[in-house]
């Protein structure tokens, strides 16, 4: 087993993160990129093919020296969070031989390059409710106005992600029970809750549709067809739209629907919120990508210690 070359089983690897781990398309497309990298690293030699056991440590430091000195078309150096994730892909891999007892380098023996944090920029309050109302004010057909204010509510109020929310159909969405079924990232079903105001904002909206078309949020114009796929709106769509109702606002910041994503999570974890309930309601495979949140919320608890606290003189 331990002779069996490491092309065939990078293979069953990508088929196994589709088939029994879900993974979605990108994430298996981005495996595949990564892991078949690595593989024509380590058969530099041409005479022989790769096998498990090829992987040692020494053949990590070296493939990181490798990464780090590669340049891109413009001469540009690799970037740090970029070669954490050709590492990732590896550490998966070796995850799966493992599982298969199939002899190779332990994964947890690889450590990540330390990698400066990407900034998250999320909307405080004042600046939430005025994006929320700007379709009211600089709009002027109702059915336009009322499907932009529900979009903006949506996504403030759920945290989905772009895709998820251009995705929605009517029946997903229990406006009594103020609840939308989402099949997320890898066919990861949940529920996600909306609120009171964005609940009011969706029966507003569909209160001016005259149609009966499957998608939630359509646009005025363009193909028609009979379940109106084709009204369907594009993720780059609604990007637009928010950014264009920040700059009406006044909002200096580049303002996206994930930068809502953003600050429904921090909202939450500002007042209160345990982690473990906003990685479910955000959808997150693992704590660890939602844990990025707290980098903010510890800051702005220090600021707020800072300001109070810090004032007692001794």
């Not at 954490?84 to 380098?105: Q, T, V």
């Not at 359509?218 to 084709?230: F, L, N, Q, S, T």
């Not at 939450?268 to 906003?278: E, T």
């Amino acid at each position: 087993m331990n002779t069996r070359y490491l092309d065939h089983l990078i293979r069953d690897f990508l088929e196994y993160c589709e088939i029994e781990k879900g993974h979605s398309e990108l994430t298996i497309r981005n495996y595949e990129h990564y892991l078949y990298r690595f593989l024509e690293f380590l058969e530099d030699d041409r005479s022989r093919q790769a096998t498990p056991k090829t992987i040692t440590l020494d053949k990590i430091r070296s493939y990181r020296l490798y990464l780090n000195r590669l340049e891109g078309q413009n001469g540009e150096q690799m970037k740090k969070i970029t070669q954490n994730y050709h590492l990732i892909a590896i550490r998966a891999f070796l995850k799966y031989l493992a599982k298969r007892d199939i002899e190779s380098l332990a994964p947890e023996k690889i450590e990540l390059a330390d990698a400066k944090r990407k900034q998250i920029g999320f909307l405080d309050e004042r600046e939430v409710d005025a994006l929320i109302a700007a379709p009211r004010e600089y709009t002027k057909k109702e059915e336009v106005q009322r499907r932009d204010e529900a979009i903006l509510e949506v996504l403030f109020s759920t945290g989905l992600r772009v895709s998820e929310l251009v995705g929605l159909n009517r029946d997903q969405i229990n406006l009594k029970k103020g609840e939308v079924f989402i099949r997320g990232k890898g066919g990861k079903d949940r529920v996600v809750f909306i609120s009171s105001s964005a609940a009011s904002a969706i029966s507003a909206y569909l209160s001016t549709r005259k149609d009966d078309y499957d998608p939630l949020f359509i646009h005025y114009g363009g193909v028609k067809d009979e379940e109106g796929e084709y009204m369907r709106l594009t993720q780059r769509s609604v990007q637009r739209l928010v950014a264009r109702y920040a700059k009406l606002a006044g909002i200096t910041k580049k303002v996206t629907p994930h930068m809502l994503r953003h600050s429904f999570a921090t909202d939450l974890l500002f007042n209160g919120a345990d982690l473990r309930s906003v990685q479910e309601m955000l959808g997150h495979s693992s704590i660890t990508t939602t844990q990025m949140y707290t980098h903010v919320t510890n800051k702005q608890l220090k600021e707020v210690h800072q300001a109070f606290h810090g004032k007692r003189k001794g």
